[in-house]
């Protein structure tokens, strides 16, 4: 079974700063997706970015970036030049490709931007 | 990008009364939804996936009597929470697969069940 672990619970940063969260899996599958999800106080869940194993490249959306390493198992989300409006619950979630389309979730990381 | 709405977005009622939430996918057909509970900081938990036109699956512990699932169309899916008791009082999430844009699921707001 596919599990997914995110080691820290809560983080803090200045506004402007740069921040790292961390998120490893564990599965013996090849083909899978990865996301990271936000959830900010509204509570609505937000598609951050998303990441196909199959593909090298690191994806990028704006300030949001990860640093995917397949073989470590790890899948990190960079935010630069953080904001006051990223303050949320983040979530890494993975994806089996071709199964049912459930995601296995972390237990997530509450990130605070201080102004 | 695909927007998910859910109503209501907050409800009340009284212990023995059912509840009913809807989830709607507003600009893309999915196939496929879920349907969430979340506790206070906590993850979210998978309570059972909807096909359409299918019955929906459960996940092992979840009553499905009790959290009754119907995916009638390919933009709408509702979830009944019949004789609801103070212990079913939760945050409830619902996601839709988009088929078009390889398999992302996208959240609606969620929807604050207080049971008195």
């Known amino acids: 079974a596919q599990t997914v672990t995110q080691s820290q619970p809560e983080m803090s940063v200045q506004e402007a700063e740069t921040v790292t969260l961390s998120c490893t899996y564990d599965?013996?599958?090849?083909?899978?997706?990865l996301f990271w999800y936000k959830q900010p106080p509204s509570r609505q869940m937000i598609l951050v970015i998303r990441?196909?194993?199959?593909k090298q490249q690191n994806a990028t959306e704006n300030r949001f970036s990860v640093n995917f390493q397949k073989a470590a198992k790890s899948f990190s989300l960079k935010i630069s030049d953080s904001q006051l409006g990223d303050t949320a619950m983040y979530f890494c979630?993975?994806?089996?490709?071709?199964?049912?389309?459930?995601?296995?979730w972390g237990a997530g990381t509450k990130l605070i931007i201080k102004p | 990008g695909a927007v998910v709405s859910q109503h209501p977005s907050w409800v009340i009622c009284k212990s023995g009364t059912s509840v009913k939430i809807e989830c709607r996918s507003l600009?893309?057909?999915?196939?496929?939804m879920f349907w969430y509970r979340q506790f206070p900081k906590q993850s979210l938990m998978l309570m059972a996936t909807?096909?359409?036109?299918?019955?929906?699956?459960?996940e092992q512990g979840v009553e499905k009597d009790k959290f009754l699932i119907n995916h009638a169309s390919l933009t709408l899916s509702t979830l009944t929470v019949t004789s609801a008791h103070p212990e079913d009082s939760s945050f409830y999430i619902c996601?839709?697969?988009?088929?078009?844009?390889?398999?992302?699921?996208?959240f609606g707001p969620g929807t604050r069940l207080t049971v008195l």
């Open positions: 979630a993975f994806m089996k490709q071709g199964s049912n389309y459930q995601l296995i």
């Open positions: 996601s839709a697969r988009d088929t078009s844009l390889t398999d992302t699921q996208y």
């Open positions: 990441q196909e194993a199959y």
């Open positions: 600009d893309f057909q999915a196939t496929t």
């Open positions: 599965t013996s599958e090849s083909n899978y997706y």
């Open positions: 909807s096909n359409e036109g299918s019955k929906a699956t459960y």
